[in-house]
T-cell receptor, first 113, second 115 residues
Framework: NAGVTQTPKFQVLKTGQSMTLQCAQDMNHEYMSWYRQDPGMGLRLIHYSVGAGITDQGEVPNGYNVSRSTTEDFPLRLLSAAPSQTSVYFC????????????FGSGTRLTVV | QQQVKQSPQSLIVQKGGISIINCAYENTAFDYFPWYQQFPGKGPALLIAIRPDVSEKKEGRFTISFNKSAKQFSLHIMDSQPGDSATYFCAASGGLYSSASKIIFGSGTRLSIRP
């Protein structure tokens, strides 16, 4: 059972470039979310989805887009990368927004130069 | 009202000592209080969780103490070991299967256990 799979694990981007961070889960979870983790800032919610076709903004959504065309996949798109988006990104999924079975991926470390 | 406040930000404990991390919340509708453990280079993973109908839950060396009237809960790690060195996050939500209340995380505590 793979759980939550994130790719890539590491990425270096130049300012202004765009890219997509991939997230897939095989637990049939309805709720999926993206966080960024910065030193001393904890986990900050970027976007979340309560099911296929439904997404909403979290605490720090600017500069990021998401879509949810299937239950399994929840990609995060950086539209025009900025140095302020240098961070570690985590995708997570659970049965519900309340957190039952909340499972995190192993993260993507992104550096924007 | 949705915040979960966690302290301290960092903690150093000698091997064999007791590590204590505290969290406080304001939303009385919160009904599920998990703790997550994160090792360097890994994603957070569920460590232990409690519901407010009990005041304490113990799993091995890890104990959650819950004070409903004070709206506080804490993680105690007994006989702390170097392998416990990690970042710990408390969290709260409206319920394990709640569709209305998203899980909210504290800011994290970086725990270091000195040999």
């Amino acid at each position: 059972n793979a759980g939550v799979t994130q790719t890539p694990k590491f990425q270096v981007l130049k300012t202004g470039q765009s890219m997509t961070l991939q997230c897939a889960q095989d637990m049939n979870h309805e709720y999926m979310s993206w966080y960024r983790q910065d030193p001393g800032m904890g986990l900050r919610l970027i976007h979340y989805s309560v099911g296929a076709g439904i997404t909403d903004q979290g605490e720090v959504p600017n500069g990021y887009n998401v879509s949810r065309s299937t239950t399994e996949d929840f990609p995060l798109r950086l539209l025009s990368a900025a140095p302020s988006q240098t961070s570690v990104y985590f995708c997570a999924s659970s049965y519900s927004p309340g957190g039952g079975g909340y499972t995190f991926g192993s993260g993507t470390r992104l550096t924007v130069v | 009202q949705q915040q979960v406040k966690q302290s301290p930000q960092s903690l150093i404990v000698q091997k064999g000592g007791i590590s204590i991390i505290n969290c406080a919340y304001e939303n009385t509708a919160f009904d599920y209080f998990p703790w997550y453990q994160q090792f360097p280079g890994k994603g957070p993973a569920l460590l232990i969780a409690i519901r407010p109908d009990v005041s304490e839950k113990k799993e091995g060396r890890f104990t959650i103490s819950f004070n409903k009237s004070a709206k506080q809960f804490s993680l105690h790690i007994m006989d702390s070991q170097p392998g416990d060195s990690a970042t710990y996050f408390c969290a709260a939500s409206g319920g394990l299967y709640s569709s209305a209340s998203k899980i909210i995380f504290g800011s994290g505590t970086r725990l270091s256990i000195r040999p």
